[in-house]
C-alpha cells in the first residue's frame, strides 16, 4: 500500500469500470490520482457480471486487467473501504474528508494468504452471489478481489480467534478504529455507479417473497464460470428450470415506484441472459414481457435479431401480476397486445424481474454539485460537456450522471479525465500568472 | 369497414373528467391487473387506446367501460400514474352523454352551470304546480281553513293526484331513459355479426340476476365488497321507497297525524338511504379508496341530493306524526323540490342512468360471448375454392 499523499491533482470517487477508467485515463497524461471506494474491492458492478453485450466477451476478463492496472499505477493511489464525508471547495483546489472502515486486518502486513478465511468457522451468505453462495466472517471480497486482502465482518464474527490463531503475519488487529483523512485534490472526478430498484418495489411481482422470482444479477452470478452453481437454476429446489420469464420494466418507466425514466440497460442484459439459457439449456424456453426492445448501441439491434435467432420468444406485454403455485412455478398475468388484446395467465418455472437502475450514491450535502430531480447528477451542458457537473471542477462519468452501459460508462470516463486535465492546466496557467503578478508588483 | 379518426376526442373526454388520458402509454398493467378481465373483456387498456386514437364509432360501439366497477387495481398499479379506473369512469360519462338523444346530458356534464339551472327550473316547476295549479297545493288549503289547524293532507296534496303525476313523470322518464338505451343497443351490435336467438334469450338471466345484485363487482379486489354490500342496500331501500311512492301511494301517503303501520318500510329504507349516503359523502371526502379519488359534480349532486330527499321525507313525517300542519305541507312541497329534480336530471341524463346501462352491458357482452362460442363450436363452412385458370 503506498502512502496516501497531501495532494493530488485528482481524486476519483467510486472503482467501479468508469471510475477506474476515468483515473488511468487522468493518470496516463501525467496527473497525480487518488482512486477512492467504499468497498473493500475496486471492479463495481461489472466484475461480477458473466458477459458484456453485445459482444458475449467475458466480463470479468476485460474488468480485471483494468483493475490491476488501476491497483499497480504508478500514479494512482488506491483506498478501499473508504467513504467520502465532504467535498468542499478551499481556495484552488477542492479538500476530501474521507473515512477509511477498519477491516480489523493491518493491510500493510497483510500478505493475502488466506488463512484466516480458511480457518473461520462461521459462514454468512456472500452479498458478491447475492446471497446464493456463502463467505466466512473474515472473507477474501472474491477471486478477483483487488486489493487481495480479508475484511472482517463485525457483525457475523464470534471473535473466537481462530484466524488471529493461524495468521502468519500476525496482523489480525479486532482493535482497529476507524480512520479519518483529510486529502486535497486539483479537480474531483464522480463515478459512483448504481444500484438496482428493490426486488419489493413492485409489490405485484413478489420479489422477495417468491423463492423463484429472482434478481437478474443473481442470474449473472449463476450464468457465470465462478458463480456459486456454475448453471442456471431454481432456488427453490435447484432443478434446471424449464421455462424463464423476464419481466421487463420492472422497476423503471414506473411512476408508482418513483422511477419514471428508463434504465437503458434491462432490454440489453436480458436479451444476453435469455440467449446464453438457450446455448446453455437449449431445451428451456425464455420469453421476455417487454414495453419495447430499446436496443439503441451500436451492433444491440443485431443482437437482438440474434437473440429471436436464438429462439428467445418476445412478447409485447406489461406483467400485471405474478402468483405463486405451491410447487413454486410462478403464474403470470398479461394482456397479450399484439392478440388484439387477450388476457393470458402464463405459467414459467423461474422469474426474472428486470430491475432498474437508480443512484448508489445520494450525496446531498456532501457534494456541492447539483443533483437532478431523479437523484442522478445535473450535468447542465449535456449535449456539449457531457461530463462536467454544475461546479466547475468536479466532472462525473457513469451512471451517475444517469442509467447507461458499460461502453458509453467508458466513454464517459474518458471525456470525463480529459475535462479534468483541461481544467488541471486552465487553473495551473492562472496560478502561474497570478506568482508572475504579484513579482511584477513586488518589483 | 374504414374508420374515422378524431384528434379532438381526446380532449373532448378531458371535459368529462378524464384529464389523465394522455399520459397512457398502452403497456397494458391495467388490463392484467384488473380482476374482472378475462378472455371476454378485456378494458381499461383497449378502450383508452381507441380513446387516444379518436376512435369515436369504437367508444360507441363498446360496452367496456360499463364492465369495470372501478375496484383501482389498474389505478394503484399503472406505471405512467394515467389512472385507467377514473379514464373508465369519465368513459361511462362521455357513454351517458352519447346515448342521451336530446342533448341534455352533455350539456350538464360539460358545463356544472346547466346542471344546476336544470334542477332550479325543475325545483320551480314543481313550487309553480303547487303554488298556481286550481283545486291544488297552496290554493286548495286556502279554501280548507280547518286544514290550517291540523294536519289533512287530502286538503293540500290529494293522494290521487300525486299518484297521477308519479305514474306520469315515471313514464316520460323510462320512455326517456329506454330510447336512450335503445341507442346503446344500436350502437354496440351494429357493427356485430347476428347473434342467435338462443344467445339473446339464455342471456337473459344475466341482465336480471346483474340488474337486482351487481354481483360481478364482489369479484373485484378487497375492499370492494364493502362497497357492493352498501351499494346494494342502497338499490334496496331506493327501490323500496320508489315502489311505496309510485306504486303503492295510496296506501302510502297518510293523510292525518296519525300514525299507519306502511310507515314502517318507509323507515327501514330511509334509515338505510340516510346512513349510506352519509357513509359515501365521507368516503368521498376521505378520497382513501381509488373510487372515491375523483368527485366530479355529477358524484356529488348524487348523493347529496338523494340525502336531502330522504332527509326532507323524514321531516315531513315528523311534522305530520307532531301534527304541524304548515310545516308539513311546505316540507311536502320542499321533499318533491329535491326529489322531482333528482329525479328528472339524475335518471335519463345523468349518474342514474347506470341502472339500467350497466346490467344491459352486462347481458349485451353475455349476449356476445355466447354468440362467439356458438360460433366457434359451429362446423367451419367451406372454404371458397380458388378460380384455377382465370
Known sequence: MAKIQAHYDGAVIGGGIAGMQAALDLAGQGFRVLLVEREPSIGGIMVGLNKVFPTLDCSSCICTPRMAEAAHHERIDLLTYTEVEEVRRTDGHFTLRLLKKPRYVVEEDCIGCGKCEQACDWFVPHEFDYGLGARKAIYIPHGNAIPQLPVLDPEHCMFDGACARVCPKNCIDFLQQPERLEVKAGSVIIATGLKLTPMEAKKEYGGGRYANVISPLLMERMQSSNGPTGHVMRPSDGRIPRSVAYVQCAGSRDRTIGVPYCSRVCCMYALKQAILIRQHHPGTEVTLYYMDIRAFGKGYEQFFRRALAEGVRVVKAKVGRITEEPDGDLVLRVELIDEGGRVAEIRHDLVVLSQGLIPAWRPVGIVPARLDEDGFFEVPEVTTRPANSSVDGIFVAGVATGPKDIPDSIVEAGAAAMEAAMYLDRISRVEAEEAAMSEVSND | ?390
Not at chain 2, 369495470?68 to 369519465?90: H, I, K, V
Not at chain 2, 316540507?331 to 341524463?349: D, N
Open chain 2, 1 to 390: 369497414m374504414s374508420l374515422r379518426v378524431d384528434p379532438a376526442l381526446a380532449n373532448e373526454l378531458k371535459e368529462f373528467g378524464g384529464g389523465t388520458v394522455s399520459r397512457c402509454f398502452n403497456c397494458g398493467n391495467c388490463t392484467a391487473a384488473c380482476q374482472l378481465t378475462n378472455q371476454d373483456a378485456v378494458f381499461p387498456r383497449r378502450y383508452i387506446r381507441y380513446i387516444q386514437l379518436g376512435l369515436r364509432e369504437k367508444m360507441l360501439g363498446s360496452v367496456d367501460p360499463w364492465l369495470c366497477f372501478y375496484c383501482g387495481d389498474c389505478s394503484e398499479t399503472c406505471p405512467r400514474e394515467a389512472d385507467p379506473g377514473n379514464l373508465m369512469m369519465a368513459s361511462r360519462r362521455w357513454l351517458i352523454a352519447a346515448y342521451d338523444w336530446t342533448g341534455l346530458s352533455r350539456l350538464m356534464y360539460r358545463s356544472v352551470r346547466w346542471e344546476l339551472v336544470l334542477l332550479f327550473a325543475v325545483a320551480a316547476a314543481v313550487l309553480a304546480w303547487f303554488s298556481l295549479t286550481p283545486g291544488f297545493g297552496f290554493r286548495l288549503l286556502a279554501a280548507h281553513p280547518e286544514a290550517r289547524q291540523t294536519v289533512m293532507l287530502q286538503c293540500f296534496a290529494p293522494k290521487d293526484v300525486i299518484h297521477q303525476a308519479d305514474v306520469a313523470l315515471a313514464s316520460v322518464l323510462a320512455a326517456l331513459l329506454l330510447s336512450n338505451a335503445a341507442r346503446m343497443l344500436y350502437y354496440a351490435r351494429k357493427h356485430c355479426q347476428p347473434a342467435p336467438a338462443s344467445a339473446w334469450l339464455a342471456a337473459l338471466g344475466e341482465f336480471v340476476i346483474q340488474g337486482l345484485t351487481q354481483k360481478r363487482w364482489r369479484q373485484c379486489a378487497s375492499g370492494a365488497s364493502r362497497h357492493w354490500l352498501r351499494h346494494l342496500l342502497l338499490v334496496f331501500a331506493y327501490g323500496t321507497m320508489f315502489l311505496l311512492v309510485v306504486v303503492f301511494l295510496k296506501w302510502f301517503q297518510v293523510e292525518d297525524a296519525s300514525f299507519h303501520w306502511t310507515s314502517l318500510p318507509g323507515y327501514a329504507a330511509t334509515l338505510v338511504l340516510l346512513a349510506a349516503t352519509l357513509s359515501i359523502m365521507a368516503d368521498r371526502r376521505r378520497k382513501r379508496d381509488p373510487i372515491h379519488r375523483h368527485s366530479d359534480v355529477s358524484d356529488w349532486l348524487f348523493v347529496i341530493l338523494l340525502f336531502l330527499t330522504s332527509l326532507s321525507g323524514i321531516l315531513l313525517h315528523a311534522a305530520r306524526i307532531l301534527d304541524l300542519p304548515m310545516p308539513a305541507y311546505a316540507l311536502y312541497v320542499v321533499h318533491l323540490m329535491i326529489a322531482v329534480p333528482m329525479l328528472v336530471v339524475e335518471v335519463p341524463f345523468g349518474k342514474w342512468s347506470h341502472l339500467l346501462y350497466r346490467p344491459l352491458a352486462l347481458y349485451l357482452a353475455e349476449v356476445e360471448r355466447r354468440a362467439q362460442r356458438a360460433r366457434a363450436a359451429a362446423p367451419a363452412p367451406l372454404a371458397p375454392q380458388p378460380a384455377w385458370g382465370r
